[in-house]
């Protein structure tokens, strides 16, 4: 039987976490932490809602993540982002020994790599994962708040 818990199928969840973000005029950015193929924590930006700067998915789903878990480790999980993560989320996920970050969209403006931020050096990086997706919602957010 083939496995359904793919790359894809969970970035799809966090997209629909920056579906929501978009619909509430946040920066549409979603996440979801995973770990043994379950979803346990997932968020999506609430900069705006909150008055907070920090209030970023990934912020928002590794303290989910972390209360699940009862501790402050990510060692065994995954975290899927639709956004290439700033550096202040980089040094977050750092923080937390993730074992994975899985993003879509690059980010050659504020993504970490672009600051010269790292990950943890046990944290594997895959991006790339629906991308145009990614990238298409945030280009429409874009627009729409520029009124092009």
């Known amino acids: 039987m083939e496995n ?10 966090a997209l629909q976490e920056a579906e929501m973000s978009f619909e509430k005029g946040e920066i549409p950015v979603g996440a979801v932490v995973v770990i043994d193929d379950k979803v346990i924590a997932r968020s ?3 900069t705006e ?9 990934e912020m928002q789903c590794i303290t989910a993540a972390a209360n699940f878990l009862g501790g402050k480790y990510l060692t065994g999980c995954t975290l899927y982002v639709t956004l290439e993560p700033c550096q202040m989320c980089a040094g977050a996920l ?3 020994q ?16 672009a600051m010269g931020t790292q990950l ?3 944290t594997e990086v ?3 994962v629906m991308a145009t997706e990614c990238s298409n919602l945030m280009t429409t957010f874009f627009k729409n708040k520029r009124g092009n």
């Open 4 to 13: 359904i818990f793919t790359d894809e199928y969970f970035m799809k969840k």
């Open 120 to 122: 943890h050096p046990k």
């Open 44 to 46: 999506h930006n609430l």
């Open 49 to 57: 809602l909150l008055h907070d700067v920090t209030a970023h998915a």
């Open 98 to 113: 993730i074992a994975k970050v899985v993003f879509g969209a690059t980010d050659p403006q504020r993504g970490y790599r």
């Open 94 to 96: 750092y923080w937390s």
């Open 126 to 128: 895959h991006h790339g």
